[in-house]
């Protein structure tokens, strides 16, 4: 019987990005996708000429792409929560595979009523699930991919922290429940992750980075979920499902990013039939949280 869930605390340390994003009317609802509850947030007027389904990473949730929505103006943006991360349920009857999480987009996006007109946003393992959903199929207008999985993480520029990564993940599936519960809700490791991550020089900055970790990086359902699905992200890349995507695409690298190296993106580039690349400097696997005015900004220049 798989204990209930111990969420962790609250952010402590107030958002850069609060004030703008106090002023964007957001509501909270949920669609059933396969027998599961799937929790999303809308941001905007439903009114606006253009829709945005966000798709963020992996032990992420809907908050952590909510820094580049404070800077997308005159859009809706619809932001779920993966299933078995956040407040959606986990899946009933299928693993947390990439292929699970592309059928489950394609349907959540008819089930919310998105039309053929939306624009896909993925980041890190998002970018793997969106493009995996448009080579399968999902009508879009137009694909961006943040911090893009360009190739396996295992040849990335920490292929060896992959490899540890690997070890860490297992051993929180393998060992006895509680035992297993405690390493994979560590705040210790959550804590290393995030300063192998960041880049940025500012301590207020990174300060409010750690406490989004701290809060958010745990709220999965269940081993079994954070398991499958980072055997999902670390054995399959956005160069799988490139050649099969023909809708306008935006690639957004950073320059100092450690999971893909910025030759691999340009590689990446070349594999869609229609797509720019554009690279934001000084920052590393965190565009979302250390530069979104620019990502929002790179986002609005593609969409026009």
């Known amino acids: 019987m798989t204990p209930p869930r111990r969420l962790p605390p609250e952010p402590s340390v107030p958002s850069p990005y609060a004030e703008r994003l106090a002023a964007i009317p957001v509501r909270h609802l949920s669609a059933e996708v396969f027998g599961s509850r799937s929790d999303y947030w809308v941001y905007g007027d439903d009114d606006a000429p253009v829709t945005v389904l966000v798709v963020h990473g992996f032990r992420g949730e809907h908050h952590g792409l909510e820094p580049v929505v404070a800077y997308l103006e005159g859009v809706r943006v619809i932001a779920p929560d993966l299933p ?32 053929r007109d939306v624009v896909v946003l993925g980041h890190s393992f998002g970018s793997i699930v969106a493009s995996a959903a448009l080579a399968s199929g999902l009508p879009a207008s137009r694909l961006v991919l943040v911090n893009p999985i360009a190739a396996p993480a295992l040849k990335g520029p920490r292929g060896i922290l992959s490899r540890l990564a690997i070890l860490y993940h297992w051993l929180g599936a393998r060992l006895p429940e509680p035992v297993g519960q405690a390493i994979l809700r560590s705040r210790i490791v959550t804590r290393v992750t995030s300063m192998a991550m960041v880049k940025t020089r500012s301590r207020s900055l990174t300060a409010w980075i750690h406490d989004q970790h701290d809060s958010y990086f745990s709220r999965f359902q269940n ?29 957004i690298a950073a320059d100092r990013d450690d ?20 690279v934001v400097h000084g920052v590393g696997h965190l565009i979302h949280y250390e530069k979104p005015l620019e990502a929002a900004t790179l986002i609005t220049d593609f969409l026009r």
């Open 223 to 251: 081993r079994r979920v954070v398991l499958e699905a980072f055997t999902a992200s670390v054995s399959s890349d956005v160069s799988t499902y490139a050649r099969r995507i023909t809708t306008p695409t935006l690639l």
């Open 84 to 115: 078995g991360f956040g407040e959606s349920e986990a899946f009933r009857d299928r693993d947390h595979s990439v292929a699970s999480y592309a059928s489950w987009l394609e349907v959540f996006a008819e089930a919310v009523g998105i039309g």
């Open 259 to 278: 999971i893909t190296a910025l030759p691999r993106q340009y590689e990446l580039q070349a594999l869609f039939p229609d797509a720019q690349l554009d």
